[in-house]
């Protein structure tokens, strides 16, 4: 039996209460002190981190994944991210039943947090909630979500 | 109104169907085909991950936290992961009232997976899934998670 990867590979998205800002330049850190800044700043430079969906498998229970993702070419972030998830993925059929989930990200990867403890508060955290959408096909969207994708997470192009 | 901080940081651990194996050497990379090896390899080289609940403030919605959590003295893990959890903080407050829980580690913070994008199945990811209890005070266990926890997080030490 064959399929076509189109009915396996899916791009989706997250939607949340994360404020949106499209061609924001992230390079720097921001003051610590503004959250906002920070959490955008969080999502345009971490290209992986772990989204938790409910699972189907475990009757109910939280299952946490860990997924590469983009909000956009590299340093110009639009606080959302987007995923490229396959349904031979648990995450995947998980959100397609029900779609809450959460995305969880730590400034521990972007080399940042010097030699604080990745659970220091100064080393920042970020727990995005929302729904996990499938982004629709041959749409605007659709193609600025695969070129923010395939830009920092090159693999996923041949994929 | 004044509260110990032992009523409020407490030591938790994740009960999984993950065999334990106290006292194994886990400095080098293990075979990629032995699956076991590899999750021991990981939790035990790991200082942080992301810890999944269902969320009470969300209406049992999937949350993830990032923490820090230890399985054995450096290099010496036992296969369960331990953390340092406060009820300030919603993941405590969770798995108290719903104790299933999944810790979800990629090997990408190692620094083993070179070039590979973290989502390549050459950089493993794991996810443990269980339940996460209180570790009992004033017990052989306790002990152990103590130390454990403040010979890779020594911040922990001080709180």
């Not at 791009?11 to 002190?33: A, N, Q, R, W």
């Not at 996990?132 to 969207?141: I, P, S």
């Amino acid at each position: 039996m064959k399929f076509k990867g189109v009915y396996y590979i899916c791009l989706f998205f997250l939607i949340g209460s994360f404020e949106t800002s499209i061609g924001v330049d992230d390079t720097s850190k921001p003051d610590p002190l503004d959250g906002v800044a920070t959490a955008r700043w969080l999502v345009s430079q971490n290209n992986w981190g772990v989204l938790s969906t409910i699972s189907i498998e475990l009757g109910g229970a939280p299952f946490g994944n860990v997924v590469s993702f983009s909000d956009g070419l590299p340093d110009k972030g639009c606080g959302i991210p987007y995923f490229y998830l396959t349904t031979l993925d648990p995450t995947a059929r998980n959100t397609l039943k029900d779609e809450r989930a959460s995305l969880t990200l730590s400034e521990s990867p972007i080399g940042s947090c010097g030699k604080a403890d990745p659970e220091n508060p100064t080393c920042a955290k970020l727990t995005l909630t929302g729904k996990l959408t499938l982004v629709t096909e041959n749409t605007t969207e659709a193609e600025f979500a695969a070129s923010a994708l395939f830009s920092k997470h090159a693999e996923m192009k041949a994929s």
